[in-house]
């Protein structure tokens, strides 16, 4: 995978077919865990690509976020291969982490990738590109956590500049808490 391989949009209808197959794929492959969807909001819930879409835009403003069941605006971003508009996963970037549970262990972002192009470098460059989302932002440092034992979320992590805080335990779960400078 190389720079430039993939981009980071924000949903919209012309992706929408891509969107609910990338969802019909996790749902088909993965386990039914609470960070099977990490960084796709209530994808899984969604009846449909277009209500999902819909979500992302209610959820981007201090004053609609919270029809959607959250208090914390976010961005919803998809990464789209540019050789065939293949959406291969699924990254968010909250505006801010002033919030119990996203200040503890949620972090400023989430992220899932398509199990069938899982181990080829998309989840590191989709950090990185959210990286500089945030710093667009005016986010000059982002807390992004894992569990403790995602051996490939911490690398992907690491590789962005992670730099590791510390462990905590949420729910009986061990995570590991990273800073990442944006202003790099």
Request: a negative charge.
């Amino acid at each position: 995978m190389t720079n430039g391989e993939i981009i980071l949009v924000e949903p919209g209808a012309a992706y929408a077919d891509e969107i609910w197959a990338f969802r019909q794929e996790i749902l088909d492959n993965d386990a039914n865990t609470e960070d099977q969807f990490a960084g796709c909001g209530c994808l899984d819930r969604c009846k449909s690509a277009e209500e999902w879409i819909k979500i992302c835009i209610l959820r981007q403003s201090e004053e609609t976020c919270s029809e959607t069941g959250v208090s914390v605006p976010s961005h919803a971003y998809i990464a789209v291969r540019q050789s065939d508009n293949r959406v291969v996963g699924a990254i968010d970037l909250r505006h801010h982490i002033d919030h119990p549970i996203l200040g503890t262990w949620g972090g400023h972002c989430g992220y899932s990738v398509r199990p069938s192009e899982r181990r080829k470098g998309y989840a590191t460059e989709m950090l990185r590109l959210n990286i500089l989302n945030a710093k667009d932002r005016g986010i000059e440092k982002m807390l992004v956590t894992c569990d403790a034992d995602n051996i490939a979320s911490e690398k992907t992590i690491l590789a962005n500049g992670g730099v590791f805080e510390k462990t905590i335990e949420v729910d009986g779960t061990v995570m590991k808490r990273y800073w990442i400078d944006c202003s790099v």
